[in-house]
C-alpha cells in the first residue's frame, strides 16, 4: 500500500500568515488522484482539493494544491482563524486508499 | 442538500455488538458507493472499507475482516456498520463517506461525510 507521510507534524503560525504542508507519498500516485481535508476540532472531515490541485465546491480560493508523482503541497496563503485545523492528504489512486497521519495547524 | 446523518454515540462492554446506520439524503443513493473510516481520539483517519449501494457487496480493509459487517437497506437509503466482539481498542469514531464510482476514466474521492458516531468500549 501507498505510504503518505505529512510534514511538519504540527506548524505554528499566526493569522495573515501563509501556511504550506507537506505530503510526500512512499510511491507514485498516478492521475494525481491525491486530497487534502480539513478536520476541526470535534467535525468530520471536509473535502478542500482533489485531484492534486482542484479546488472542492465552497472552499475559499486561498486554499490551493501542487505537486505530481510523489510530492504535493497544499499551500493556504493568508491564514484565516478558521484554517487552524488538522489537515490529512489522501491518495485515492490504488487499493487501499491510504491518508497521511496529518499536520496541525495551529496559531501561534 | 447532501446529508449522511449517523446514528448517536453509543456506550457498549467488551464483548457486546453496535450497530451504527448511515441515512444518505439530497442525492440519489446508488450513485454513490459508501466508504466507512475509523478514528480513534486523538488519532488519524484509517479506511475500514466501503459497500456498493448498488449491490450491496462490501469490501474490507485489512485489519477489518470478520468481526466486521456492512450492510444496506437502499428502500431507505441506510447503510450500516455492525461492529461484534467489542473490544477496548475499538473505542472510536466511526464516520460513513460518500464517493461517486470510478467511470471510464476517471475515478473520485469523498466529498461528503456523515457527522461521526463515537463508539466507547468499556467495562
Known sequence: EIVLTQSPGTLSLSPGERATLSCRASQYVSSDYLAWFQQRPGQAPRLLISGASSRATGIPDRFSGSGSGTDFTLTVSRLEPEDFAVYYCQQYASSPTTFGQGTKLEIK | ?123
Not at chain 2, 450513485?31 to 449491490?55: A, C, F
Not at chain 2, 477489518?64 to 456498520?81: E, H, I, K, Q
Open chain 2, 1 to 123: 442538500q447532501v446529508q449522511l446523518v449517523q446514528s448517536g454515540s453509543e456506550l457498549k462492554k467488551p464483548g457486546a455488538s453496535v450497530k451504527v446506520s448511515c441515512k444518505a439524503s439530497g442525492y440519489t443513493f446508488r450513485n454513490y458507493l459508501l466508504n466507512w473510516v475509523r478514528q480513534v481520539p486523538g488519532q488519524g483517519l484509517e479506511w475500514m472499507g466501503w459497500i456498493n449501494t448498488n449491490n450491496g457487496n462490501p469490501t474490507y480493509a485489512q485489519g477489518f475482516t470478520g468481526r466486521f459487517v456492512f450492510s444496506l437497506d437502499p428502500s431507505v437509503s441506510t447503510a450500516y456498520l455492525q461492529i461484534s466482539s467489542l473490544r477496548a481498542e475499538d473505542t472510536a469514531v466511526y464516520y460513513c463517506a460518500r464517493e461517486l464510482y470510478c467511470d471510464n476514466d476517471k475515478c473520485y474521492t469523498i466529498d461528503n461525510w456523515g457527522q461521526g458516531t463515537l463508539v466507547t468500549v468499556s467495562s
